[in-house]
Every structure is written in structure tokens, then in C-alpha cells.
Nanobody
């Protein structure tokens, strides 16, 4: 079992920054990918940034490339999402997710077995 607890959401003006944290506990073998997804009202859940735990390889959605950075601490127990130059369209509930993925798209939220409770990010114009 893996438990994920997010923190760090909040409200910010456009152009501002926020950092989200996700504390992961439980069997590390149950998760080789850690990801941040987001879901805005009336929209599907979408992948934002993903990190492969084994090599720290990072992947980003086109909409956040160059503005968001995903990272994990040395113990690989906490994953972060640093968000810069935030835009109103970044407003959503952000979820941390973990899973063991050996095939298929890492951007498919159905690949992830474990989810945090979500944290709201609101960007005002």
C-alpha cells in the first residue's frame, strides 16, 4: 500500500508561484512512477508532470513545459511540483498519484493505483 498526502495549494495571482508537496509512504516497489494530475470543473483529469522514480526522468505536459518542475527528494519519499508563471487556466484541483507502470501511456490516469486527496490551486487574473 502507498499513502499520498498533498500540501501547498492555495490562491495566487497570475504570474505568481506555488510549490506543491506530496509525501509518499508505503512500499516503494509499488510505485515506479510518481505524477501530478489536475482536474478543473467540468474537465477531465489531465496529467501535468511525471517523474520516473528509478532514474529521475521527468515528463511534462505541453501546457506546463518550461513553467512547472517536478522533483523528488533523495529519499524518494516526497515529490514536489514547483509552479511558476501561473495562469488562470492552471486553476484546478491537483492530485498526486503513484503507480507501477510497465506498459501503456504514463499519461493515462487509469494506470495509477494510488492517489492523494487533492489540493486546490486557484489563479486569479
Amino acid at each position: 500500500q502507498v499513502q499520498l498526502v498533498e500540501s501547498g495549494g492555495g490562491s495566487v495571482q497570475a504570474g505568481g508561484s506555488l510549490r506543491l508537496s506530496c509525501a509518499a509512504s508505503g512500499a516503494s516497489t509499488s510505485r515506479n512512477f510518481l505524477a501530478w494530475f489536475r482536474q478543473a470543473p467540468d474537465k477531465e483529469r489531465e496529467g501535468v508532470a511525471i517523474i520516473y522514480s528509478g532514474s529521475d526522468t521527468m515528463y511534462y505536459a505541453d501546457s506546463v513545459e518550461g513553467r512547472f518542475t517536478i522533483s523528488q527528494d533523495n529519499a524518494k519519499s516526497t515529490v514536489y511540483l514547483q509552479m511558476y508563471s501561473l495562469k488562470p487556466e492552471d486553476t484546478a484541483v491537483y492530485y498526486c498519484a503513484a503507480g507501477t507502470i510497465n506498459g501503456g501511456s504514463i499519461w493515462d490516469h487509469r494506470q495509477y493505483n494510488y492517489w492523494g486527496q487533492g489540493t486546490q490551486v486557484t489563479v486569479s487574473s
